[in-house]
């Protein structure tokens, strides 16, 4: 027996924020003098004079995991859970369904206490989602037995049938970055359904590789498995370190596969390849989403500074994502870049989030590189002459050609790109019509000069007619 009126106490545990604040963890309720017990009408009232709520709004629940409302009267010394203005939540875990006891203004962090008191998974491990019931009974193919039961389920609908189920589910994954977010924000309410996945979740890996055979390159494909663990904080970095471990690749087994030769992609090999810092909640990969991993990587020459330089790329790299590596390598940042494939006055590739396999570009591919370019026009006049009948008429057709330069160009490396511009496009004999004095001026001095001496800027346009011989 308790030596004292001090003894005879019982103990009240809350996860409310508001009340952790005012109590602290634990409210002391002292007991009746020479009173061992006490009921929970009884109980309630006290907890109504102590911090003021009324008994209507309060559920007390007993023993561990704090899942089961009190009904018989509480003994000194024990510890009861309060919580107020409850409902009734679903949280599934391997198949088995559970009650969890929420309130609209808990947190995800208490959603998460309040699953390990009832589950025992630490509340770091969990991963939650929130999914759609009648989709789980379409998955098995029947309803669902509406019992509440911890740690079994119906003998008909083992757990194992139900988690197998759970995979065909797409369930919303809650943003669990925010931890101080509340019931209410997430949209919870009463009877949601919540499934726990824990470490993370699983998404669906489809593994490419291509391989040299006798009739040419083979496109291998793995059959789709299961990468666990991933979480949607992890980088796409990380991602390819998981795959690189998994040994399930059927036509892999002579050789490892290193993370830094992977490509990953949302879709096929003709999409853009997923960034290294970027992570899964940016690309909105969540619980059973598919990506494809690849190993479509090859070397490319860049021609810079008359030195070449060794860049490996993929078919799903952007122009933009070569610029960065060229940045990596030479160290020139991608906005003074301007890069061409095979001939350096080719067509400038473009950053608009076109691929390497959208300009063809493949293994031993020369990229020529070209620092702080900007582009001036040409306008030039096709005379055509069509037989109509015994007459001949006179047609007139104008078209624009954009040409890259350098304010470092000289007039006579100008000329030469216009000259080439305009081989390309079959005119191989033109006079400037209006341009500049120092394109139109004879001799050898004009010819030094630089685009930036001459006065040409961004969007200069010159005039050129097709001349008669």
Known sequence: MPSSADDYRVSVMTMNEQLLKNYGDFITIELEEGASAISVAALKYKIEQKIGISPERITLRCKKPYAIPCSDDILHDEIVFLSLDEYKIFVWYYGKKYSVWMNSADTMSVLKKKIHGVINIDPARQTLYQFDLAE??????????????????????????????????????????????????????????IYVSVDGFEILVQYEEEKIGKNGVVKLKSNPYYIYGVKATDTVATLKYKIANEEVHSFQSSRTILAQQLTVRLG????????????????????????????????????????????????????????????????????????????????????????????????????????????IHVDYLLEQTHKKGLKLKELKKENTRNVWVNSEDTVEVLKHKIDAMMAWIGLFHYEFINGHECLTASGGDENVKTVKQCGIKQGHTFKVKEMKL
Not at 315 to 340: F, H, M
């Open 136 to 193: 789980l009974e379409s998955a098995i193919g029947e309803k669902i037995n509406e019992r509440v039961l911890l740690d079994a389920t119906d003998e008909k609908q083992e757990p194992r049938k139900i988690e197998r189920a759970m995979r065909n589910v797409n369930g919303a994954l809650i943003d669990e970055v925010d931890s101080h977010k509340t019931m209410a924000q997430y949209g919870i309410e009463e009877k949601a359904n």
């Open 268 to 375: 096929s090999h003709y999409d853009i390849a997923l960034e290294d810092n970027k992570t899964m909640k940016d690309y909105g990969i969540g619980r059973l989403g598919t990506v494809y991993a690849s190993t479509f990587e090859f070397e490319i020459c860049v021609w810079y500074g008359g030195k070449p330089y060794t860049i490996v790329v993929n078919k799903g790299n952007t122009v933009q994502t070569l610029k960065q590596k060229i940045k990596g390598i030479i160290g020139i940042p991608p906005e003074r870049q301007t890069l061409r494939r095979n001939l350096p006055t080719a067509k400038v590739l473009e950053d608009n989030k076109k691929t390497m396999e959208f300009y063809v570009i493949e293994k031993g591919t020369i990229v020529f590189l070209a620092l702080d370019e900007f582009v």
